[in-house]
Each structure stands twice: as structure tokens, then as C-alpha cells.
């Protein structure tokens, strides 16, 4: 089964990217990635924002997702992706709010309660950042660019290993079956 290159985790004019939907899904297009998630601020996004989100560009998959605060956690993102029947839910950035690996498993403990948080993001506007990539923290390890201009697509992705349709995609991730990418 082939390996299909993505990015989880990507921003634009529904919140605080500088490009619209439809010119970041051609940027990864153009770079050769077979999905893109398309991950907008909830608090910040803009009316008619899951229907502007296209479902394909050629053999390109968008998947339609949302970055979600947690305010309980002082305001804490997590990146929620919608497939057909599967949902995947991504602990984000946590080198952003500088978090100690205690703090990571505390705050998913806390977030699990309500919801499953299914990886973590080791990527901060997708630079490595090796100190989360541990299996102190029990969870699949994503990287992501976290793009909100062109100049920043492209710095990280994950290579899955799975069927070529958005659930397949997102089992894949769950179970593991990936590897991360690093410019």
C-alpha cells in the first residue's frame, strides 16, 4: 500500500491565514501532497465557512477541519478533522505554550474526558520539536506546518500508509500507520 503525503493543520482568510481555501489547497496541490486539512480558529472563523471548503482539487483530498480552543485549559487548541465517518483529534502545538511532557499527558487527561485526543502535533509552525516526540506521552506523533501563508507550506507533513479516501486516512493516523516529514 502506498505511503499519501499530508498536512493536518492549515490556515486561511476564515480566520487568520492569508490566503483564501481555495489558493492553499492549490499550494499543496502544486507540492505534490495527496490531502490537506483545512483547520481554521473556531472563535475567528467567518460565515459560510464549512461549505467554502472544497472537498478535492484534482486528486487532491481536503478534508474540512476546525482548530478548537479549551478554554478550561487556558485556551489550550486541539485540531478536530472530519472524514466521512471518522473524526480525528489532534493535541496541537504544545511547544507554543511552552508545556512540560507532564503537562501534555495532564492537559489530554483533562481534554479526554470530554473527547479523545488521538496524536500529538511535535511541530511548531512546523519546526521539530524533539522533547514531544517521546512515548512518555502515549500517543501517534503528527508533524504539520501549521500554514497561514504560502512560504510556510510545506515545512512538515506525514506520509500514511492507507487507502486513498478520508476515513482510511484517519484510522491510518490513529493506528499509527504513518511517518512524519521534515523540510
Known sequence: MPYLKGSLHVHTTFSDGAHTPEEMVKAYLDLGYDFVAITDHDYLIKPHYWESIPDRAGDLIVFKGIELEYPPLRFQHFGKILGERETL????????????????????????????????????????TKMYDTPDIPLPKIASDDSHTFDMCGWAWVEVQSQRDRDSILRAIKDGNFKIGLK
Not at 503537562?103 to 511548531?124: A, F
Open 89 to 128: 483529534l489532534i493535541f496541537n502545538h504544545p511547544n507554543q505554550y511552552r508545556l512540560s511532557i507532564a503537562e501534555v499527558n495532564r492537559q489530554i487527561e483533562v481534554i479526554s474526558r470530554e473527547m479523545k485526543i488521538h496524536c500529538l502535533e511535535v511541530t511548531d509552525k512546523g519546526v521539530y
